[in-house]
């Protein structure tokens, strides 16, 4: 077997991280499934890890880094630690998935300039929808036999290369590449999208893909769901920007942030109308193999939720908290939320008049956004599920339908808006 020769001849040498074998081995991987890769090759996978977690004085290198945190997800299943966070690498994708990122409550008080961290989003999320079309088409074409299982018609990729651009568009646009899509001849597209390539960042995405069996499908799946934690970090981001904002009384900006990730969530619709063109069968078939990977363990999501409002106890003790206890850690810390901290400045004078009436108008709408994932998820989830219950343990769909209206805030009166009745996924409005 040529990755094995590869690898113990790699280890035999320097075993340098910046050598390491990373294709012939996501080669294999990409074979047979995740869940499938033979122990052999998972074995030497974990001597290897063994040797380049040694201890090493201070931060390892980057090359080194990487190395280790492919490692841990190639092997998550193997050390029975499989979950959402390493089925989607979010590691691997310097995503914020548990450990690594900023904890709460240090901000120094002044409104972090967002321009640069919006900027990597924007280009983050344009390269995983390019990347999920640009496979698309390659196997559509023939050119690749990844994942051959269940292959899509035509006339089916045709429409996951409209909606995907559709849900990169506003992204390059705030790039200043909308003109980019503008020729809607597919190859043209991916051409224009590739231009936000990011050399340093290919491998981390290429790395970032281990699908758990040989079904097309999951590939889309696994990008929909990258680009949706994408999304959900900025959107922490920016409402820890709004409590800061809050807090010292400055309305204009807190409506800014919240008008800013109310917009992000609303344009992101398409996501959801692409990942609605999987073939259920499909979707049905690779997710017997992901049991116990659930986004109900989506560490930003729940923050982005109780960053909105402290969750009330019976909600933080149930499965969703208790799946994601760094959160409900914080939690129990006091961590600051909007509803809170917007209270608290109309309560001290610092929000009154126009300036309340502004912050509260931007609450509400983001509160519509969120309440409109929620059914457009549910609705999905139907779709592709049927009475089957959820990879995260719970009944599935009598969950989403049970939590889908907890309200966002509870310091703002709030009608949900009429916009709440499109459906991005094509199903019947409610
Ligand atoms: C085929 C598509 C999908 C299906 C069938 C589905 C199904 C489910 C189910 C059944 C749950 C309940 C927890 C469980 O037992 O697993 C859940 C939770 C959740 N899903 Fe999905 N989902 C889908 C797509 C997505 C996508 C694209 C996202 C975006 C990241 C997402 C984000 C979430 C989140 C954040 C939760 C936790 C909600 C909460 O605890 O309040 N899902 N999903």
């Given at each position: 077997?040529?990755?094995?020769?590869?690898?113990?001849?790699?280890?035999?040498?320097?075993?340098?991280?910046?050598?390491?074998?990373?294709?012939?081995?996501?080669?294999?991987?990409?074979?047979?499934?995740?869940?499938?890769?033979?122990?052999?090759?998972?074995?030497?996978?974990?001597?290897?890890?063994?040797?380049?977690s040694g201890p090493t004085a201070g931060r390892p290198a980057p090359a080194v880094g990487l190395l280790r945190d492919f490692l841990d997800v190639a092997l998550d299943k193997w050390d029975g630690r499989y979950d959402y966070r390493s089925y989607l690498a979010l590691r691997v994708l310097r995503l914020p998935c548990?450990?690594?990122?900023?904890?709460?409550?240090?901000?120094?008080?002044?409104?972090?300039?967002?321009?640069?961290?919006?900027?990597?989003?924007?280009?983050?999320?344009?390269?995983?929808?390019?990347?999920?079309?640009?496979?698309?088409?390659?196997?559509?074409?023939?050119?690749?036999?990844?994942?051959?299982?269940?292959?899509?018609?035509?006339?089916?990729?045709?429409?996951?290369?409209?909606?995907?651009?559709?849900?990169?568009?506003?992204?390059?646009?705030?790039?200043?590449?909308?003109?980019?899509?503008?020729?809607?001849?597919?190859?043209?597209?991916?051409?224009?999208?590739?231009?936000?390539?990011?050399?340093?960042?290919?491998?981390?995405?290429?790395?970032?893909?281990?699908?758990?069996?040989?079904?097309?499908?999951?590939?889309?799946?696994?990008?929909?769901?990258?680009?949706?934690?994408?999304?959900?970090?900025?959107?922490?981001?920016?409402?820890?920007?709004?409590?800061?904002?809050?807090?010292?009384?400055?309305?204009?900006?807190?409506?800014?942030?919240?008008?800013?990730?109310?917009?992000?969530?609303?344009?992101?619709?398409?996501?959801?109308?692409?990942?609605?063109?999987?073939?259920?069968?499909?979707?049905?078939?690779?997710?017997?193999?992901?049991?116990?990977?659930?986004?109900?363990?989506?560490?930003?999501?729940?923050?982005?939720?109780?960053?909105?409002?402290?969750?009330?106890?019976?909600?933080?003790?149930?499965?969703?908290?208790?799946?994601?206890?760094?959160?409900?850690?914080?939690?129990?810390?006091?961590?600051?939320?909007?509803?809170?901290?917007f209270r608290a400045a109309v309560r001290g004078g610092l929000l009154i008049g126009a300036d309340g009436e502004l912050v509260a108008r931007a609450m509400r709408a983001f509160a519509d956004a969120v309440l409109q994932w929620r059914r457009t998820h549910h609705r999905l989830a139907t779709r592709m599920l049927g009475?089957?219950?959820?990879?995260?343990?719970?009944?599935?769909?009598?969950?989403?339908?049970?939590?889908?209206?907890?309200?966002?805030?509870?310091?703002?009166?709030?009608?949900?808006?009429?916009?709440?009745?499109?459906?991005?996924?094509?199903?019947?409005?409610?």
């Amino acid at each position: 077997m040529r990755f094995v020769r590869e690898l113990t001849s790699w280890l035999s040498g320097a075993a340098d991280a910046d050598t390491f074998p990373y294709f012939p081995v996501l080669a294999e991987f990409h074979r047979v499934g995740k869940h499938f890769v033979e122990k052999e090759l998972l074995a030497l996978l974990d001597k290897i890890r063994a040797q380049v977690s040694g201890p090493t004085a201070g931060r390892p290198a980057p090359a080194v880094g990487l190395l280790r945190d492919f490692l841990d997800v190639a092997l998550d299943k193997w050390d029975g630690r499989y979950d959402y966070r390493s089925y989607l690498a979010l590691r691997v994708l310097r995503l914020p998935c548990g450990v690594d990122d900023r904890p709460d409550g240090e901000d120094d008080g002044s409104v972090a300039q967002p321009d640069g961290a919006r900027r990597d989003r924007d280009r983050l999320l344009v390269r995983l929808v390019a990347d999920a079309l640009a496979f698309e088409l390659a196997a559509g074409s023939g050119a690749t036999d990844l994942l051959p299982e269940d292959r899509p018609s035509p006339e089916v990729v045709a429409k996951r290369h409209r909606l995907g651009v559709r849900a990169a568009s506003p992204a390059l646009a705030r790039l200043g590449l909308a003109g980019a899509v503008h020729d809607r001849e597919p190859a043209a597209v991916l051409r224009a999208l590739a231009a936000e390539r990011d050399p340093a960042g290919e491998p981390a995405l290429r790395l970032s893909m281990l699908p758990v069996y040989v079904s097309h499908d999951e590939y889309l799946f696994i990008r929909v769901l990258q680009a949706y934690e994408c999304l959900f970090a900025g959107l922490v981001e920016e409402l820890r920007a709004t409590i800061v904002a809050l807090r010292a009384g400055h309305a204009r900006p807190a409506a800014d942030r919240l008008a800013y990730a109310g917009e992000q969530l609303t344009a992101a619709g398409p996501l959801f109308s692409l990942l609605a063109t999987m073939q259920p069968t499909a979707f049905r078939t690779f997710r017997q193999y992901t049991e116990g990977a659930s986004a109900i363990q989506s560490r930003s999501y729940k923050l982005m939720e109780a960053l909105c409002r402290a969750p009330e106890g019976t909600r933080l003790e149930s499965p969703a908290y208790q799946q994601v206890p760094e959160v409900r850690d914080r939690v129990h810390a006091g961590q600051p939320s909007v509803d809170e901290a917007f209270r608290a400045a109309v309560r001290g004078g610092l929000l009154i008049g126009a300036d309340g009436e502004l912050v509260a108008r931007a609450m509400r709408a983001f509160a519509d956004a969120v309440l409109q994932w929620r059914r457009t998820h549910h609705r999905l989830a139907t779709r592709m599920l049927g009475p089957r219950p959820g990879t995260g343990y719970t009944e599935g769909t009598p969950y989403l339908a049970a939590v889908r209206s907890i309200p966002v805030f509870t310091s703002v009166a709030h009608e949900p808006g009429r916009s709440a009745r499109t459906d991005p996924t094509g199903g019947t409005p409610e």
